[in-house]
């Protein structure tokens, strides 16, 4: 009897640990590392919906447990304000069919009405980190205009459609970056990332676990 009462207060402590854990930053060799592999199984991935040119140096991504993500810009994503006359510049800071990045994530997928996506709207490729083989879900990320003045964020799974779109918020941010990733915990299978844009906007991503 007492073991089990000590086997079940293990299992209970164990258990405690894992909910309470909170999303913590890649250190930079690890992310180093993850974006060497994201970059490289990028030239087996095929057509996507959006035409990428992604800046691996600027990747940014966090980890929970054996879950994560991970998201590399674009290149041409700027949150500096467009020269004068620039109308390409101008167009992008405005958030008009700009190209965000691509997102990374491994064990959790976005949630559209409370439910996580199925696994047939993701886009699904394994990964090999040494001896070890991941299956990881990508995401290639764009601004639209969803009304005059509002905007959202389209995010493309499977298939040349948005599998999900949420809306942006108008938000003054400063700093360099284009695009800042938080994450948040919600409950123990769900959470929120966060993203940062332009110094423009935010777009907030509901997660859950991912359908093994």
Excluded at 42 to 55: F, I, T, V, Y
Excluded at 66 to 90: C, F, M, T, V, Y
Excluded at 180 to 201: H, P
Aim: net charge positive.
């Amino acid at each position: 009897m007492k073991i089990k009462l000590l086997l079940a207060l293990a299992t209970c402590s164990t258990l405690t640990l894992l909910h309470a854990q909170e999303p913590t930053a890649l250190p930079s060799e690890e992310l180093s590392k993850a974006v060497a592999l994201l970059m490289d199984a990028n030239k087996r991935l095929g057509d996507l919906p959006l035409k990428l040119e992604l800046a691996p140096d600027q990747a940014t991504g966090f980890k929970i447990g054996e879950a994560g993500a991970l998201l590399i810009p674009d290149k041409r994503l700027k949150s500096e304000q467009p020269a004068k006359g620039d109308k390409a510049a101008k167009k992008a800071a405005k958030g008009e069919a700009t190209v965000v990045g691509q997102l990374w994530t491994s064990k959790i997928a976005p949630k559209d009405k409370d439910t996580v996506l199925a696994n047939d709207k993701l886009r699904l490729t394994k990964i090999t980190a040494g001896e070890k083989e991941m299956e990881l879900a990508v995401f290639a990320l764009g601004i639209e205009r969803a009304g005059k003045k509002e905007f959202q964020l389209a995010i493309y799974g499977k298939g040349s459609s948005p599998v999900l779109r949420v809306p942006l918020t108008a938000e003054k941010s400063k700093g360099t970056a284009p695009i800042v990733m938080s994450a948040r915990k919600t409950g123990d299978e769900s959470g929120v990332l966060e993203l940062r844009i332009m110094g423009r906007f935010k777009a907030e991503i509901p997660m859950g676990k991912m359908a093994e």
